[in-house]
């Protein structure tokens, strides 16, 4: 076909892929999604994708993980939800300017806390905390911000990983949920939820302390 991009050459021996052979699968896989044959799912342009507005009806702020793709495991087309993510799903103040437009331009009613089993940004904290040793650089921040979850927890804790993650989302919940840039919208009721996806059985479990409705 004129003009598609090659698939790239299997993987070889289980060696990293160059970045140029990673660009290339991902200009693959955009071609078969133009040519509307995808190979892992979104089988249709849904017409949202290409609509001069949109309506999403909540924004998910999850973790960067790759084994967590946030449309997918919702199963949401084009239009049905915004994304906000980081690692471990830290707030920063891009992070709270990316809710707070959903919220207030889009008129978002739901903002959803995303957390994952065995989360790699929690396991770090926890590495570092154990260690008395910083990583350095930007890196120092997500564990600043992790390390209060832990610290509640106790790194003796048993199931300290598991625990500290649940106690990390609903700290996220709270600081969201007293922020009055994501609160107070002048018209229509914002609800902020709590989450945690299960990496081994795809389910989505709400936390116990989420509101049914309003905030």
């Known amino acids: ?29 955009n071609e078969r999604f133009v040519q509307g044959r995808p190979r892992y ?4 342009t849904a ?3 290409v609509a001069g507005s949109q309506e999403p009806g909540a924004v998910v702020v999850g973790c960067m993980d790759s084994r967590v793709p946030l449309e997918a495991i919702f199963d949401q087309t084009f239009g049905a939800i915004c994304v ?11 992070v709270l300017g990316s809710i707070e437009f959903a919220v207030w331009q889009l008129r978002v ?16 904290t926890i590495d570092a905390l154990r260690a ?13 911000e992790i390390a209060p979850a832990v ?23 709270r600081r969201l949920r007293a922020e009055k840039r994501v609160i107070e919208r002048p018209t229509g009721d914002i609800a902020v939820v709590g989450a945690v996806y299960n990496l081994d059985t795809g389910r989505v479990d709400v936390l116990d302390d989420a509101p049914s409705d309003g905030h």
């Open 1 to 29: 076909m004129p003009g598609a991009v090659a698939a790239p050459a299997p993987r070889r021996g289980g060696a990293r892929r160059s970045p140029s052979e990673v660009l290339a699968d991902l200009l693959a896989g």
């Open 41 to 44: 799912g979104h089988d249709v």
């Open 47 to 49: 017409a949202a994708a």
């Open 84 to 94: 906000a993510r980081s690692a471990g799903h830290v707030l920063d103040q891009a």
């Open 109 to 124: 009613p739901l903002v959803v806390v995303l957390g994952h089993e065995r989360c790699g940004a929690v396991a770090a």
């Open 132 to 144: 008395g040793q910083r990583p350095g650089g930007a890196l120092n921040y997500l564990i600043d």
């Open 151 to 173: 610290a509640e927890v106790g790194l003796d804790s048993p199931d300290v990983h598991a625990r500290a993650l649940r106690v990390h989302i609903r700290s996220t919940v």
